[in-house]
């Protein structure tokens, strides 16, 4: 089983949807979680942290259910700037990658 | 401010060629460092990391080598390229001492084994 595993998408919505997807992990010692942002053929990003419970930051919101050992992002009010791959990590002595989520926003 | 730079952007490479991307961080001393390869449509791979110079961290075995011959320069090395090779390889760096889970990456070397 991978570490980290993610739905490839892709998530096609309209500007102003709301869109939510998971990422499942298999190591439940795991602490630390993280979603980065990654835009096509660039670098990826650190968009949050979920470190307890979960996180909000603007129009994102990322949650964690450690009882089914995945965490989620939320986009509420989805603008075409959001158009772009979601990388879910945790953090054991490494940084462990899923292979994202690919998120496409239109006009 | 710091900074991370990678190079080449681009090459393209016949299989058995050697390899050599560069990656040099400024502004900051002793980060931990890492080399990645994101092959289309996976996820990122840890092919190394190291915690000082001359220390390196192999996490999959391989054909390439990594070095750390100064404080805030990495090397990726392979002596001879196979066709599996072929990645989008990104250098990264983050604090030491501070297991924050946040990496900066540089901008990535494109690599086209034919």
């Known amino acids: 089983r991978k570490e980290v595993e993610q739905d490839p998408g892709p998530f096609n919505v309209p500007e102003g949807a709301t869109v939510a997807f998971n990422c499942t992990y298999s190591?439940?010692?795991?602490?630390?979680f993280f979603w980065y942002r990654q835009d096509c053929r660039k670098e990826p990003k650190l968009l949050m942290s979920v470190y307890s419970s979960g996180n909000e930051d603007g129009r994102f919101t990322a949650q964690l259910n450690r009882a089914s050992q995945y965490i989620s992002l939320l986009i509420r009010d989805s603008k075409l700037s959001d158009s772009a791959t979601y990388l879910c990590?945790?953090?054991?002595?490494?940084?462990?990658f899923g292979a994202g989520t690919t998120v496409t926003v239109r006009a | 401010s710091q900074t991370i730079h990678q190079w080449p952007a681009t090459l393209v490479q016949p299989v058995g060629s050697p390899l050599s991307l560069e990656c040099t961080v400024e502004g900051t001393s002793n980060p931990n460092l890492y080399w990645y390869r994101q092959a289309a449509g996976r996820g990122l791979q840890l092919l190394f990391y190291?915690?000082?110079?001359?220390?390196i961290s192999s996490e999959v075995p391989q054909n390439l080598s990594a070095s750390r011959p100064q404080d805030r320069q990495f090397i990726l090395s392979s002596k001879k390229l196979l066709l599996s090779d072929s990645g989008f390889y990104l250098c990264a760096w983050s604090y030491s001492g501070r297991n924050t889970g946040e990496l900066f990456f540089g901008e990535g070397s494109r690599l086209t084994v034919l």
């Open positions: 190291s915690v000082g110079i001359g220390q």
């Open positions: 190591n439940s010692a795991s602490q630390s």
């Open positions: 990590a945790h953090n054991d002595y490494k940084l462990s």
